[in-house]
């Protein structure tokens, strides 16, 4: 038996039914380069319930969006769209208009001096002029309706036509990700999960239609707010409890950061300012080069000259105190999440907690359980700046080769050798671009430090966001980033210079 007639019998095992149609359009695509030009019309007519029955995933959703989508912008149309609403205004109006104006009529008939006759005269013309405005309003709104219609069709129409043109491309390239698997369960036209497709439609395309023809019909998820309500009392009642339970531990807790960071303020704000400029200098040129040094320059001059030298070194105080923390944390619990499978699949949601909950939703319980002050946004800046030391420590950890690992142990090398003379020399890159990012995640968070009493530069942010002191606002935020570019510069060393 030949290959060519090995294949077909495969064809034909994998294809199910229509199998010669098959066995000609594989044979064409596989026999040409690029986009050989192939049409399925099962593909067309069906769209989604064919993909799904061909179990082609990957391209059943996009195709089910865009046909849910062509199908909103259809019916909208027919519905009138928001054309609709607008009639009912406008029809309101005038008959509210008409009303007033008989009323003004008989107050004029009245008393034809009076100013209740007159101001009932205003108001009919101002009603009017609105009906007018709500049924041009109306007009606009109609013809903008049919538009989305003839897009929704041209969108339908496009969809079906793309998915009969890429159907058997998709499917030959599926034919051979089988065939090298041999799985006979996906092998054949599933029925069964075409007529789920089918069932999904059936289910989603009359809802969209009753929406529209009804538009209180699933306007708004239901819900009850008692339900609300309990939770936020019986989370108030929980936060309340944890802190006066944590009092003792958060306020040694406070004391410390207090302490460090009051260091260090003082260190950088009572020394003189030409020792730490001249110190800051010499490290960009002895850690960077020369032109992170002349960098540098430009920065410090732009600071000095606008009056920002003592706000930015509160800055840096309080970015290098949550930094100094969150690498202190961060870099030994990388480690062992490189090392540890199962470590790492326990601090990975910890981790996306941290960085995708917004920072103003952290900052409630941190304030209930630290107050107001400078540490409160400490510890908010550690909550956010810590998860990318530990990623890319991790990251790094876990990449070093197995192979350097082995030569190491096979030369009798202990597992504190292993991490300190190979591991961690291995993962520097990643380690410090996690270094880097977690000082340039700290420094992103001193607007949002500033609103529980974090002073420095973002003070002066915070300040023209609420004046709307424009030219003031993007004087501190080009502080802010020359502050993190001459950071990240001087972090990162003569790798970047």
Not at 33 to 59: C, E, T
Not at 111 to 116: A, Y
Not at 236 to 253: E, K, V
Not at 296 to 322: D, N, R
Request: some cysteine; glycine content about 8%; overall charge positive.
């Amino acid at each position: 038996m030949n290959e060519r007639t090995i294949r077909e019998e495969a064809i034909d095992r994998f294809a199910g039914i229509n199998s010669p149609y098959y066995r000609h359009a594989f044979q064409k695509i596989g026999s040409g380069r690029g986009y050989v030009p192939s049409f399925n019309a099962a593909a067309a007519f069906l769209g989604p319930i064919w993909l799904a029955g061909r179990r082609l995933w990957s391209a059943f959703w996009p195709f089910l969006i865009a046909d849910l989508l062509a199908v909103v912008l259809l019916v909208y149309a027919v519905t009138g769209g928001g054309s609709t609403d607008q009639h009912a205004r406008a029809e309101r109006l005038e008959r509210l208009a008409i009303t007033r104006l008989a009323e003004a009529k008989d107050a004029l008939a009245r008393d034809p001096e009076g100013s209740i006759a007159k101001s009932l005269s205003r108001s009919a013309a101002a009603l009017e002029q609105a009906a007018r405005e709500a049924g041009r309003i109306a007009d606009a709104s109609e013809a903008g309706a049919w538009f989305l219609g003839a897009l929704g069709l041209g969108l339908l129409v496009t969809a079906r036509l793309v998915a009969g043109g890429v159907a058997n491309h998709i499917a030959e390239k599926h034919f051979r990700a089988w065939r090298r698997e041999g799985d006979a369960r996906t092998a054949g036209f599933s029925f069964a999960h075409a007529v789920c497709a089918a069932c999904l439609l059936a289910v989603l395309l009359p809802t969209i239609v009753l929406h529209f023809v009804d538009r209180t019909l699933f306007a708004s998820v239901p819900s009850d707010p008692a339900w609300k309500s309990s939770a936020s009392t019986w989370l108030d009642g929980l936060i309340a409890s944890f802190s006066h339970a944590i009092a003792p531990a958060a306020s040694t807790l406070t004391t410390a950061i207090s302490a460090m960071l009051g260091l260090m303020e003082a260190i950088l704000t009572e020394t003189p300012w030409p020792v730490v400029m001249t110190i800051i200098l010499a490290l960009a040129w002895q850690l960077a080069g020369f032109r992170v040094f002349l960098l540098t320059v430009v920065a410090i001059s732009y600071l000095a000259i606008l009056g920002y030298w003592e706000k930015s070194m509160q800055t840096v105080a309080l970015l290098g105190t949550a930094s100094f923390i969150s690498i202190v944390i961060g870099m030994p619990l990388g480690v062992l999440c490189g090392y540890s499978r199962r470590v790492g699949a326990t601090v990975r949601p910890l981790l996306d907690f941290m960085q995708t909950m917004p920072a103003f939703v952290y900052l409630i319980p941190v304030i209930a359980l630290f107050g107001i002050g400078k540490p409160s946004g400490v510890i908010a800046t550690i909550i956010f700046g810590t998860p990318p030391v530990v990623r890319l420590t991790a990251l790094g950890i876990a990449s070093v080769p197995a192979t350097v690992r082995e030569a190491a142990v096979a030369f009798g090398a202990s597992r504190l050798f292993l991490l300190l003379k190979v591991d961690l020399p291995t993962a520097a890159p990643s380690i410090m671009a996690g270094v880097s990012q977690t000082i340039l995640m700290c420094l992103s968070m001193v607007v949002i430090a500033a609103l529980i009493g974090a002073k420095g530069l973002g003070e002066d942010v915070l300040y023209a966001l609420q004046y709307a002191a424009q030219g003031q606002g993007i004087l501190a935020g080009v502080a802010i980033l020359v502050c993190a570019i001459v950071l990240d510069r001087i972090v990162q060393g003569k790798r970047l210079s």
